[in-house]
Each structure stands twice: as C-alpha cells, then as structure tokens.
C-alpha cells in the first residue's frame, strides 16, 4: 500500500502528525495472516479503479478514505466487519478530522455491506468500486474467488458455501448490480456473465 498516498489523503481531508501512526495501523491489519482475499492488495485494486472512474464520477476524499478503511477488520464468520471497520476509523480519526467528514466516510465503509443497491451517489461510488472485481476476465475471477473461500475456517463448509452463493443470487436479483451508469456500462454484463457461470458450477458440484 503507498504511504505517500494515504498520508496526502489524510492531511488533505484535515489530518496532521498523526497519520504515520494511522497508516501503520492500517497496514499492519491488512497483513494479517489469515487474510487471502481482503488484503492490501484489494485495497490497491479498489485504489486503481477509484483512479480510473473519478475522472467522470469526480474525485472524493471521502469515497477514497472509505476504500482504504473498508476491509481494515476482518474476521473470520463475523458478520459485522464493515460496522467494526466504520468503528476503526471513527476511532483513528476523532479528534483530528471533522464531524461531518467522519460521518460521511462511515456511511460510505457501511455501503460496502452491499445489502442493497445504495440510493446516494458515493455510496453508489463506493459498492461498484468494491464490486468491480466481479468482472474481472474469468480466470482472475476464479483466482479472486478461491482466495475468499480461502478465508473460511472450513474450505468446505457448507453454510460458507450457502452464505456466499445466497449474496450472488441477490446481487443478480437487482435491477443492476453496480449503481452508476458508468459501472454499469463497462462491467454489468461480464461480472453477471461470472456470477451465473459460478453459481451454475456450484450447483453442478452439489449433485
């Protein structure tokens, strides 16, 4: 993860000294050795595609901050990782950044839950960034998706199994699975593509 990055992000938004000791703490929680999928390189990723789509959706401090604090907890069969990195970063951040900049990139981390196709603009900015992996070429997907399944206690648990295969079902059950146009044109249909042919395999592997 670039440190240069995350230290201009943190001053920008009204951060000071403190944000070697942030980004340590940020660094060292996406090390953690039990983590396969949601490491820093995913961070990266969501980084990478940010880049590449604020040029049309505008650039947000508060849509990045978001990307790089969403996954920073993460335990295993926990279903409360997004409200407990929203927790990190309230923690880290009070007393240093604003109120308002704060609730703002809370309500952002809890979009990444993706519950529901989110009605407001960053947090529709925020889910398609994390969801953008979805339309990665098959391959990639695959490898993406091995290493998640490598995060569970039990690589052959069956209820990981139904938890992960009744989140793919619901993302194809929306209208569209990433909430802005411009998502939606470049990765809809490959990420749909992926998501079928997945479910279709498992439902394969099952009889």
């Given at each position: ?16 000294i ?37 040029s ?80 990665r070429?098959?391959?990639?997907f ?46 809809e249909?490959v ?10 395999s ?6």
């Open positions: 993860m670039d440190a240069h990055r995350f230290n201009e992000l943190w001053c920008r938004s009204g951060g000071g403190e944000v070697d000791e942030v980004f340590e703490a940020l660094a060292t929680r996406y090390q953690e050795p039990h983590r396969h999928y949601h490491t820093g390189a995913h961070v990266q990723s969501c980084l990478d595609t940010y880049d590449w789509a604020e049309v959706l505008g650039r947000s401090d508060a849509v990045e901050m978001a990307l790089w604090f969403h996954d920073v907890v993460f335990c295993i069969g926990r279903s409360d990782n997004e409200a407990q990195s929203a927790e990190f970063f309230r923690v880290f951040a009070g007393g240093h950044l604003s109120g308002v900049f704060i609730n703002k990139v809370t309500a952002l981390i809890m979009a990444t839950c993706h519950r529901e196709l989110p009605a407001e603009p960053d947090s529709r900015f925020v889910a398609d960034v994390d969801l953008a992996e979805l339309a070429p098959w391959r990639d695959m490898v993406a998706y091995r290493s998640l399944c490598a995060e569970s206690v039990d690589s052959a648990d069956a209820d990981r199994l139904k938890r992960q295969q009744a989140f793919f079902k619901r993302l194809l059950g929306w209208p569209s699975i990433f909430g802005t146009t411009l998502f939606q044109s470049r990765y249909r990420a749909r593509e992926n998501i079928q042919r997945l479910l279709f498992a439902d394969l592997s099952s009889t």
